[in-house]
């Protein structure tokens, strides 16, 4: 349960061998959207979030799902009310629907680009854009050598700068100071363990902006390499900025759903880019969920903790 979507994803996984994903269910909340003025989730929003994960858990017995994991990211997690919110879903669901920190979120998805890229990737660089938060994990083994969280969603920003579509100069100019500001604190606690061999990005916001600069559509299939370079991104942030929601739905690999925080994710992956002096990002297709299902499949080989919960 992201801040955009409840995204049930249904897999074929058990020990030693790749997760393999059967079926695919989506349904747009946009639960970043549903918070009063005191920071808590509404009523009404409350209310859509039981219906939705209730139709999802159909879904899943359907399907024939033998174990769920049900977690939530930045929006539930940082609203006043999750905990009840969290409490109310698990009494009319039945859903043991956990809250993950922005640490286990960046540690998870670096889990999972390891796995995909293996140890011959060497130190890997990690960068996952959300809804709600920023991830950036660095490594050289399956744990990070660090992890952090930064509030630069794509969805925040737009909700939080823009005032008008498309938005004007100023606010474009302002969110960008701000996310460079923001990020300019995290570069050193990151390149200080050293600078990547392989910088990756995740999320489907990366994923959009790798379609409009000319990576390869997804239904050429996940082995198909993608990348993002920081050279094609900034030609195309004067275009973004320029569009109206209904212009940028338009472009390759773009949904209508998300065409309103494009320009935001654009400005948040060029500063990444740029401040860690990225020529370009490879884009890797496992993320978050198959980094939960993989901590899953390793703690039925033998761990003990629980499945998004690292020891230590």
């Not at 269910?25 to 003025?37: A, G, W």
């Not at 990020?183 to 990366?206: L, Q």
Request: aromatic share 4%; with cysteine.
């Amino acid at each position: 349960m992201g801040s955009n979507t409840v995204h049930l994803l249904v897999v074929d996984a058990h020990q030693g061998a790749r997760p393999i994903p059967a079926y695919s269910h989506k349904s747009e909340l946009r639960l970043s959207e549903l918070f009063d003025d005191s920071g808590s989730i509404a009523r009404a929003g409350s209310d859509r979030l039981v219906e939705t994960i209730g139709e999802a858990l159909e879904v899943a017995e359907d399907k024939g799902v033998e174990d769920l994991l049900a977690f939530a990211t930045s929006a539930l997690r940082e609203a006043r009310n999750g905990d009840d919110v969290i409490a109310r879903v698990r009494r009319k669901t039945g859903a043991d629907l956990q809250a993950l920190s922005g640490d286990e979120e960046a540690r998870l998805t670096f889990l999972a680009v390891r796995r995909w890229y293996g140890w011959s990737a060497g130190r890997l660089l990690v960068l996952d854009i959300g809804g709600g938060s920023l991830e950036i994990a660095s490594g050289l083994d399956e744990d990070p050598d660090t992890a952090t969280s930064v509030p630069l969603g794509a969805g925040r920003l737009t909700r939080d700068w823009f005032t008008s579509d498309p938005p004007g100069t100023d606010e474009v100019r302002a969110l960008r100071k701000h996310i460079r500001a923001q990020m300019g604190r995290e570069i050193g606690n990151i390149v200080r363990y050293g600078y990547p061999d392989v910088a990756v990005a995740t999320s489907k916001t990366f994923r959009s902006l790798a379609r409009i600069t000319g990576a390869a559509p997804s239904a050429e299939g996940p082995q198909v390499r993608r990348t993002l370079s920081r050279d094609d991104l900034v030609e195309k942030l004067p275009d973004l900025a320029s569009m109206t929601t209904a212009e940028r739905a338009k472009l390759p690999g773009v949904s209508a759903s998300r065409a309103r925080q494009m320009l935001a994710g654009a400005l948040v992956a060029d500063a990444a880019l740029d401040l860690f002096e990225l020529p370009e990002v490879e884009i890797c297709p496992w993320a978050l969920r198959e980094g939960i299902i993989l901590r899953r499949l390793d703690m039925l080989n033998g761990a003990s903790e629980h499945p998004w919960h690292r020891s230590g």
